[in-house]
């Protein structure tokens, strides 16, 4: 299977369309204890997870051994859990070929998150790898993000809805990344690109509202997944940090299906 396929068994499975981001704060955190917390995170929401998201800035800030503690916190995922590499790569040529070999051979993620400013030629390098999923940011979740993506093209349609109609032409693999803090641009994302699989950031910490995402997005297996990070990953600052990821992690899944219609 692929990782639109993978992903979409998991949700079904699981009855979950919930991403967990793995986003360490470096405040919190000495560099050397962030596998070990990521494990327990891992372990204590896997019930719930339909995927995993670590950004990869989160870890490449302390150097090579946030590397490292990247590299084992893959180790902790547990066999058939696809994860997402969010490192919302974007470059052209031979750049672009070697940010897909670094997602997708030396880290080996399921999907990642990429930029498609540049075009086709920025995204082609990882639409290579066959079977793995390419997130194009859309419409995405920060409040400046309108500056741009809003802006109304010669065609009549505003960037994000051009990226939404030529993202998804270049390869059934392409997905598109759609915050949840806009649910009137989300809608109108499902509208253009009806089988295209979303990865919808911005519930929870960023305010994005579950029953929004579902009433603009749909509920199908591997069409949709939602990502929370902080409100799971930093649900509570004590000692009881995982059970209360789980909980964190349960109730956004609980949320999101008491919101699929009848």
């Known amino acids: 299977m692929n990782y639109f396929e993978r992903l979409a068994a998991r949700s079904r499975d699981l009855g979950t369309l919930v991403c967990v981001g793995l986003d360490p704060d470096f405040s919190r955190h ?19 997870a339909a995927c995993y998201k670590p950004n990869i800035a989160f870890y490449e800030q302390h150097g090579v051994e946030g590397l490292r503690q990247l590299e084992a916190t893959l180790d902790a995922v547990p066999a058939g859990i696809p994860v997402i590499g969010d490192i919302k790569r974007g470059d052209m040529g031979n750049t672009a070929t070697a940010y897909a070999r670094a997602a997708f051979e030396a880290w080996g993620f399921d999907a990642v998150t990429v930029n498609g400013y540049q075009g086709l030629d920025a995204v082609e390098p990882f639409l ?135």
């Open 128 to 262: 290579a790898y066959e079977g793995r999923g390419v997130y194009v940011l859309c419409r995405t979740s920060n409040p400046s993000s309108r500056e741009f993506q809003e802006q109304r093209m010669a065609s009549g349609r505003m960037l994000f809805e051009e990226v939404a109609l030529t993202a998804t032409a270049w390869s059934p693999n392409v997905g598109l990344v759609v915050g949840a803090t806009a649910p009137a641009e989300l809608r109108r994302v499902r509208e253009l690109a009806p089988t295209a699989s979303l990865l919808v950031p911005g519930v929870g910490a960023q305010g994005g509202q579950p029953a929004e995402v579902i009433a603009a997005a749909g509920a199908t297996p591997g069409r949709i997944v939602v990502n929370a990070s902080r409100s799971i990953y930093y649900a509570s600052d004590g000692p009881d940090f995982a059970e209360a990821a789980a909980a964190a992690a349960r109730s956004l899944r609980d949320e999101l299906a008491a919101a699929v219609p009848a």
């Open 30 to 48: 000495r560099v050397t204890e962030i596998a070990a917390y990521n494990r327990a995170i891992i372990e204590a929401t896997a019930p719930y």
